[in-house]
């Protein structure tokens, strides 16, 4: 069985003061487990103090996007060398806000893929359909589409360790979830894809997540299904309680 990860993106939401205050709720509640992967990926200015402030709990921290580049006149940017200085384990690649209002591709989120993997650090690969998309019944189509180019070039055993998302763009903050079913077919149509570029045993090492309005009472039926390996999760995660319910829904699948 793939570990299951359960991933919380917090966006741009929270001060310090409550990201720390966030951490510091969550010690007194999740037990050190290896069955599940936990991480938070907080707004980038709160990344190290979360790293050292995590320590000793069974949480890791994730960064929303970077660029591709080590260095250079980007300003603004952050690079996968300063993700991975700090401690910085995971790195959100191509969620559809970024592909929305930032202009990514998935030509740049590929250079992103292959540049996280020089750096070491895990990437979380985004890939969903819009809602014209789904109705217009191109969702095989357009998420295959989207997994071939961020893993266009990407080794096997690179690939093997990355984590995809699937996020339909109409159940993200809309409270409005695919039905696990739905959500499960998608993820098997992907692990094929990734079994065409790769083979069997590497299509199942890799994790795939569910992600749009995921909240604990819906988490233990998308984890249920077969090919639905964590929840990568926005609202949901922002709250101490609500977030230890979907870790621990992790850890007892
Ligand atoms: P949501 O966001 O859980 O608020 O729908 C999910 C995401 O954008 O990753």
Not at 1 to 15: D, L
Not at 188 to 206: E, H, K, M
Request: net charge negative.
């Amino acid at each position: 069985m793939r570990k299951p990860i359960i991933a919380g993106n917090w966006k741009m939401y929270k001060t310090l003061d409550e990201a720390v205050a966030f951490i510091d709720a969550l010690a007194g509640k999740l037990k050190e487990t290896d069955k599940a992967d936990i991480v938070i990926c907080p707004p980038a200015p709160y990344l190290a103090t979360l790293v050292e402030k995590s320590k000793g709990l069974p949480v890791r921290i994730g960064a929303q996007t970077m660029h591709e580049e080590v260095e250079g006149a980007f300003t603004g940017e952050i690079s996968p060398t300063m993700l991975s200085s700090i401690g910085v384990e995971f790195v959100v690649l191509g969620h559809s806000e970024r592909r929305q209002y930032y202009n990514e591709t998935d030509e740049s989120v590929n250079r992103k893929v292959k540049s996280a993997f020089e750096h070491k650090l895990t990437p979380i690969v985004c890939v969903g359909e819009s809602l014209e998309q789904r109705e217009g019944n191109a969702t095989a189509d357009i998420v295959s589409d989207q997994v071939k180019k961020a893993f266009s070039e990407i080794s096997e055993k690179d690939a093997a360790t990355a984590i995809v998302a699937y996020e339909p763009i109409w159940a993200i903050g809309t409270g409005r979830t695919a039905t696990a079913e739905d959500a499960n077919e998608v993820c098997a149509q992907i692990r094929a894809v990734l079994t065409d570029l790769y083979s069997d045993s590497v299509a199942q090492a890799i994790r795939i997540q569910y992600g749009g309005s995921v909240k604990p009472g819906n988490i233990k039926e998308l984890l249920s299904m077969s090919d639905i390996d964590g929840a990568l999760v926005g609202g949901a995660s922002l709250d101490p309680e609500s977030f230890t319910a979907l870790a621990e829904a992790g850890v007892n699948v």
